[in-house]
């Protein structure tokens, strides 16, 4: 046993620290997180600004300048089209812009989705597994059910029943990523309730909903970050899936998964149309996955 | 002249580790010869057990030792490992604390005997059965046969211990370095352990290095002492010189820190009105037995009654599984009770609404056993010091909920600065005054300690209960002080309740329970408290029970101490009034108390 507790100097910083404060404080010390945050605010910030970047429209099409390679591409190419940074797709269009309103697309369904995922997943779970008894057994039931319906039947009834909707999306994907979380958080509710820390606060006359919010969640939080880095990506990728049978996004709008699966099409004539969209998603997901670790290490106050 | 087993030399140990090089153990030298016991004593941190893992190899794969350790005369310190491997499966063999982790669990306890001896004595497989039989009768595990064919989780945590004592002396080692193995036992199987070691010393001739925090195990078994402190052995002699004549402060103040059985029980503080009383109070748990059986019920706690004045202390001492920390939560209304009434001033508790259970929180309050389980790892000190207060007088402002926090780390021995620090900062006696802070800060008139210091060193145990009475004095509030240790309860408590599976056995004023205690299993325990004095332990005539806590879900079990009338398995001992305030549990006279 080697006792590290004492090593402190009783000089240092008396301010006022939080969980939340010191995490975003040693978020911010991680360089590989910090530098991820960066890379996807570039990222989003080209999404925003990608009408003002590009002298192009994303729904442009140019029939003299079908599948051209950019001015600088280096290997021998059929056609060029000079001003065209990333080259254009099968039916003229300009790459870039493309991939940039993609990325709209794909951040925006990889955000919402797991949000929406992350709080309902989270509060349902940690309720679940705090209360116990019956009402776990029927909340954890209803979600079994939920799990049981098959997912692109869900989405067609629900494209059928209200129109092709951009909201949909999110709502589809949003509904069936809770489960998961839902049982993640659960079983983690379930180890966490057992501990001596727990029942302190109840001793301390803390009340159900309290002890959820301030002793529950916060100490889920490691491997949920975890799960959460895991489904950006998985929700980027299931959108392009849904897309790709028509059931997403639609043309002339445009996402990565879309995009990419354009360009697994034209892979040998044009290599150029997988490369951006799949370099950019590719980028993402990396920088997604150091947040995630970053954010689980910083949230873990043990941890230096 | 005794030849030299085992002589290490100035050995160093050192570990990386992020926060920069521990040096674990400084230059410690020590010698053990054939046959004798050297207890190796430290609290917490100290290196003693470092200093043996590094000496056999076995350190982590960040530590690095140098010296030298001689195993009749041959340096092993840096030996490959194949002959590390044979030495310590044959010649050096190794006891540590937690018999269950140091099992394989899913072998069978029987096959990992018998591996030991064909692996090291080439013995073929019947012979083997043979003699893993013999050995587990000498440890005197009951119904050896069948015990062979049994998992390690079927057995009970001191028959585990036994089964690890039998694979380290089977293969008739010359030295067996044991590492605090008693110290998850209870204290009466505590006492068997040992006897059993003492044994090994006597009839087989087998050297001990006994690793241990507790100055009375080492006193009832040490010829020599060493004495070890943040990594340097700070004293050595034999045993007689370090208890009778001890020459550093460091070996004084351990010795002065420790509760002895005799310690003077508080003076009788002006006692006031009853604040609790409990009747009958009863509560168990449905065991389940698989999905077609019907669930046992297991009776934690099982008809106990007891009165608790305002400014007194009551002492509630047991084993584990007796049911002493059920019966604190049953009294907290942190558990749903069965049966029985707890009334606070008066006022039933049953009756209470729930919103007046909340306000009672701030009456009764509880600090736990393990300092650092029961503080959210994630929430600065302050935060949890300060969530009594939030959750019961939300009105307070920051400003004041901060000052009060303040002022309360100040009176528990902390500095108020720390308010920021993280539990995992601090050390096990600090984070227990966190405990005590969060549980004092609502100015509770009942506090509830369960294993409040067990868990601590025992110097840092004594200066938090110290701590622990000074704040009584103060705010003349009521104590139950929960403990398996007698000499802890004694120095704290006016009054002690003995409990045995769910039910008291014996109650009495402390010195009277001390001084005449009735009940064969209050004899017990007195017996088994270990003292620092090494002649009083080796002189002692002790009650041993052998044998371990028959389960609680065994009827019968109840009637151990009254054999008379096993017949009739549903009958619970009455307690009866044998002098004014001192009740006993009917027993049987003049029986030795063997268990079921």
């Known amino acids: 046993m080697i006792a590290t507790g004492q090593t402190l100097k009783s000089s240092e910083e008396i301010k006022g620290r939080s969980l939340w404060v010191d995490a975003r404080r040693r978020l911010f010390h991680n360089r590989a997180a910090l530098a991820s945050m960066i890379i996807l605010g570039l990222i989003a910030a080209l999404a925003v600004l990608a009408p003002l970047l590009s002298p192009f429209a994303y729904d442009e099409v140019n029939y003299d300048l079908i599948a051209c390679a950019p001015g600088w591409w280096p290997v021998e190419a059929a056609c060029r089209a000079p001003g065209h940074l990333f080259g254009t797709d099968a039916v003229g269009r300009d790459l870039f812009v493309r991939v940039l309103f993609g990325a709209r697309v794909s951040l925006a369904v990889g955000l919402v989705a797991t949000f929406v995922s992350l709080v309902i997943g989270v509060l349902y779970g940690a309720v679940a597994g705090y209360l116990g008894g019956r009402i776990d057994g029927l909340m954890m039931r209803i979600v079994d059910v939920l799990y049981s319906l098959p997912f692109i039947f869900f989405v067609i009834i629900l494209m059928v029943m209200f129109d092709r909707n951009f909201i949909l999306l999110f709502v589809a994907i949003g509904a069936v990523e809770w489960l998961t979380m839902a049982r993640i958080v659960r079983g983690q509710t379930l180890s966490i309730k057992q501990k001596e820390f727990i029942e302190a606060a109840r001793a301390a006359g803390v009340g159900p909903l309290g002890i959820i919010t301030r002793h529950v969640i916060p100490n889920v939080v490691g491997p949920v970050m975890v799960y959460v880095t895991l489904t950006v990506p998985g929700v980027i990728l299931m959108e392009s899936f849904l897309s790709f049978l028509g059931l997403g996004i639609q043309e002339p709008l445009t996402s990565w998964g879309v995009l990419i699966s354009d360009g697994a099409d034209q892979m040998e004539t044009a290599p150029w149309m997988l490369l951006f969209p799949a370099l950019f998603m590719a980028v993402t997901l990396f920088c997604f996955n150091f947040i995630g670790d970053g954010m689980r290490d910083a949230l873990d106050p043990k941890d230096r | ?596």
């Open chain 2, 1 to 596: 002249m005794m030849t030299v087993l085992l002589e290490i030399r100035n050995l160093d140990v050192r570990f990386d580790t992020p926060d920069g090089e521990i040096h674990a153990v400084k230059n410690a030298s020590l010698i053990i010869q054939e046959g004798e016991c050297l207890g190796v004593v430290g609290e917490s941190g100290s290196g003693k057990s470092q200093l043996f893992l590094a000496a056999f190899g076995l350190l982590a794969g960040n530590g690095r030792a140098t010296g030298q350790v001689l195993y009749r005369g041959e340096d092993i310190l840096g030996a490959s490992q194949t002959r590390l491997n044979t030495l310590r499966g044959s010649a050096v063999t190794m006891i540590f604390q937690d018999p269950l982790t140091s099992l394989t669990p899913h072998m069978r306890v029987g096959e990992q005997i018998i591996e030991t001896l064909m692996l090291h004595r080439k013995m073929p497989r019947a012979q083997a059965r043979e003699r893993a039989k013999e050995m587990l009768d000498y440890v005197r595990i009951p119904e050896s046969a069948r015990r062979l064919k049994q998992y390690p989780h079927e057995l009970s945590g001191g028959m585990r211990q036994r089964v690890m004592i039998a694979m380290a002396t089977i293969t008739g080692p010359d030295l067996i370095i044991a590492d605090e193995p008693t110290t998850a036992l209870d204290v009466t199987v505590q006492a068997q352990i040992l006897e059993i070691l003492r044994a090994l010393k006597t009839d087989k001739k087998t050297a001990i290095a006994l690793v241990s925090h507790d100055m009375g195990v080492i006193a009832g078994l040490a010829d020599r002492v060493q004495v070890m402190r943040a990594g340097e052995i700070v004293e050595s002699g034999t045993a007689d010189e370090i208890f009778y004549a001890p020459r550093n402060d460091y070996t004084r103040m351990l010795l002065s820190a420790i509760p002895k059985a005799d310690d003077t029980p508080p003076p009788a503080s002006k006692v006031g009105p009853p604040l609790l009383e409990v009747e009958d109070l009863k509560v168990s748990f449905p065991v389940s037995r698989g999905l077609f059986q019907k669930p046992l019920t297991l009776r934690a706690v099982d008809g106990v009654s007891f009165t608790l004045h305002q400014g007194e202390t009551l002492g509630v001492v047991g084993e584990s599984g007796c049911g002493k920390s059920t019966l604190a939560r049953a009294v907290l209304q942190l558990l749903p009770k069965t049966g029985g009434k707890v009334v606070w001033l008066g006022q039933d508790l049953d009756a209470a609404a729930r919103t007046d259970i909340r306000a009672l929180r701030e009456d009764l309050q509880i600090v736990f056993q393990d300092p650092l389980a029961s503080l959210d790892p994630r929430m600065p000190i302050g935060v949890s010091i300060a969530e009594p207060l939030r959750a019961l007088e939300p009105q307070l402002s920051r400003a004041a909920l901060k000052e009060k926090v303040r002022a309360m780390m100040a009176r528990v021995g902390l500095d108020p600065a720390w308010i920021n620090r993280y539990p995992h900062e601090l050390s096990g006696g600090q984070n227990q005054r966190v405990g005590l802070a969060r549980a004092m800060i609502v100015g509770p008139r009942l506090l509830v300690c369960d294993e409040a210091v067990s868990a601590l060193d025992v110097s840092i145990q004594a200066q938090i209960v110290a701590l622990i009475g000074a704040l009584q004095a103060e705010t003349g509030l009521s104590l139950i002080f929960i403990s398996h240790d007698l000499s802890v309860v004694r120095r704290l408590s006016h009054r002690v309740m003995v409990l045995y599976l769910g039910r008291v056995v014996e109650l009495a004023s402390s010195t009277e329970l001390y001084a005449h205690p009735r009940h064969p299993y209050t004899r017990a325990l007195l017996s088994a408290v270990l003292a620092p004095d090494p002649r009083a332990e080796r002189a002692k005539k002790r009650v041993l029970l052998t044998g371990d806590l028959p389960s609680p879900l065994d009827p019968r079990a109840q009637l151990t101490f009254l054999k008379s009338r096993l017949d009739d398995p549903g009958y619970r001992p009455k307690l009866e009034q044998v002098a004014p305030g001192h009740f006993v549990a009917e027993h049987d006279e003049f029986l030795t108390p063997v268990r079921i």
